[in-house]
């Protein structure tokens, strides 16, 4: 089975500090990797997505992600972040050959930016 | 863009009733999901159905039901609420194509059992 470990749940910034979430899976195999955000009041939305080729993945709002396949990481990143990042940031992770595809999430980051 | 409508924002139910939490999808996707979401829990999956009248166990199947009697909608089915099946609940759909095979999340339904 895979899982999805999300190492902050909860983790508190000002703005223009740099940002950086720790997520390590467990599946073995081929695995194609997501950060996805929900910002307060909105529903989930994809934030970016890895499935080979560049490990170092960007997605929308200046965010990317490193894949380390020897690590099983997909740490996510941002360099300054802003008061509307504020939001629940998950990591999932889907195979495939596993049950039609189908994500396991992490338990979700919360973060919050001071202005 | 691809729309997940879940028909029903706010419910608030009494124990013993049963609930039926409806989505509709407008992107003709083979997948679709639910789950429930909890604080500190993250997203765990309830079912899911990667066709028309398929459905599988996710990992939470307990005190739920569902019902795929076509392509576009999934209907979720508690079929008598408890008090711990106060959740937030999201529909999502699944892009399988070779560029895509993201999830597409409905806004949520937050049922409170009482």
């Known amino acids: 089975a895979q899982s999805v470990s999300q190492h902050n749940h909860h983790v508190i910034l000002s703005e223009a500090a740099s940002l950086e979430l720790g997520c390590n899976y467990s599946?073995?195999?081929?695995?194609?990797l997501f950060w996805y955000v929900q910002y307060p009041g909105q529903h989930l939305q994809l934030l970016l997505k890895?499935?080979?080729?560049?490990?170092l993945v960007k997605g929308i709002k200046g965010f990317e992600a490193e894949f380390i396949k020897s690590k099983f990481s997909f740490n996510l990143r941002k360099p300054s972040v802003q008061w509307s990042d504020t939001a629940e940031y998950f990591c999932?992770?889907?195979?495939?050959?596993?049950?039609?595809?189908?994500?396991?999430f992490g338990d979700g980051t919360t973060l919050t930016v001071k202005p | 863009d691809v729309k997940v409508t879940q028909s029903s924002r706010y419910l608030v139910k009494r124990t013993g009733e049963k609930v039926f939490l409806e989505c509709v999808q407008d992107?003709?996707?083979?997948?679709m999901f639910w789950y429930r979401q909890d604080p500190g829990l993250g997203l765990r999956l309830i079912y899911f159905?990667?066709?028309?009248?398929?459905?599988e166990k996710g990992d939470i199947p307990e005190g739920y039901s569902v019902s795929r009697e076509k392509k576009e909608r999934f209907s979720l089915i508690l079929e008598s609420a408890s008090t711990n099946q106060t959740s937030m609940y999201l529909c999502?759909?699944?892009?399988?194509?070779?560029?895509?095979?993201?999830?597409?999340f409905g806004e949520g339904s937050w049922l409170t059992v009482v």
């Open positions: 159905s990667y066709d028309v009248k398929m459905k």
């Open positions: 599946y073995g195999g081929t695995v194609n």
């Open positions: 992107m003709d996707h083979e997948n």
């Open positions: 999502a759909t699944r892009d399988s194509s070779l560029s895509g095979n993201t999830i597409y």
């Open positions: 999932a992770v889907n195979n495939e050959n596993f049950s039609a595809g189908k994500s396991t």
């Open positions: 890895y499935f080979s080729g560049d490990p």
